[in-house]
């Protein structure tokens, strides 16, 4: 059974604090992603990962960075947070190079931040 | 820009009629593949269909087809015989085909259906 795993399923951090949230797979993806869903905005592409060590930004890279140390993990980290990055933020997989293969998702983290 | 476009927040059908969820699109691409995902309550991305933008006909698995319209830009999701089960969210979710693929896939903001 494919999986994606994130580290937490609620988190509640304070503004200013360096945040880490940690997403890991199983499949030997070489893609994977970093979205955040908000109501009436759907998911929004924050940055993605087509190798490792190899990172791109997708169309709301603000207050956001990204780590992918090795292949199966892809780390999003929120330098100095912020109440408006509170938000739902779902990690995806998917293997590189097909058009027809589709993205695995994460449970989901949904961060407050106070 | 966003590229993809589902202007419907919010449907809602009764059980066993059938429901259209709309979604257009935007891309220079000639190459492009189209998602639509399901997200119920409990938050899981659900992957429910696919249709390559060569793919001569409409796809189809089980309740679900995909009215696609390429003059048009538009791949609408048909869902038959409504059940309950169906009340989520559905995503249109759009890959466009540079080479080498990326693999980033853009999504709308949504349509709520309820059931």
């Known amino acids: 059974d494919v999986k994606v795993t994130q580290s937490s399923r609620y988190l509640v951090k304070r503004t200013g604090e360096k945040v880490f949230l940690e997403c890991v797979q199983d499949?030997?993806?070489?893609?994977m992603f970093w979205y955040r869903q908000d109501p009436g905005l759907g998911l929004r592409l924050i940055y993605f990962?087509?190798?490792?060590?190899?990172?791109e930004k997708g169309d709301i890279p603000e207050g956001y960075s990204v780590s992918r140390e090795k292949k199966e993990r892809f780390s999003l980290i929120l330098e100095s947070a912020s109440t408006n990055q509170t938000s739902m933020y779902l990690c995806?997989?998917?293997?590189?190079?097909?058009?027809?293969?589709?993205?695995?998702f994460g449970q989901g983290t949904r961060l407050t931040v106070v | 820009a966003q590229k993809i476009t589902q202007t419907q927040p919010g449907m809602f059908v009764q059980e066993k009629e059938a429901v259209t969820l709309d979604c257009t699109y935007d891309?220079?691409?000639?190459?492009?593949?189209l998602f639509w995902y399901k997200q119920p309550s409990s938050g899981e991305m659900i992957f429910l269909i696919y249709?390559?933008?060569?793919?001569?006909q409409n796809a189809t698995e089980g309740r679900y087809s995909l009215n696609f319209q390429k003059a048009r830009k538009s791949a609408n999701l048909v869902i038959s015989a409504s059940q309950l089960g169906d009340s989520a969210m559905y995503f249109c979710?759009?890959?466009?085909?540079?080479?080498?693929?990326?693999?980033?896939?853009?999504f709308g903001a949504g349509t709520r259906l309820t059931v």
């Open positions: 995806a997989s998917s293997p590189r190079g097909w058009l027809n293969t589709e993205a695995f």
């Open positions: 499949m030997d993806h070489e893609n």
């Open positions: 990962s087509y190798d490792v060590k190899m990172k």
């Open positions: 891309t220079s691409d000639q190459s492009y593949g």
């Open positions: 249709q390559g933008s060569y793919d001569e």
């Open positions: 979710a759009m890959r466009e085909g540079r080479a080498p693929p990326r693999g980033d896939m853009r």
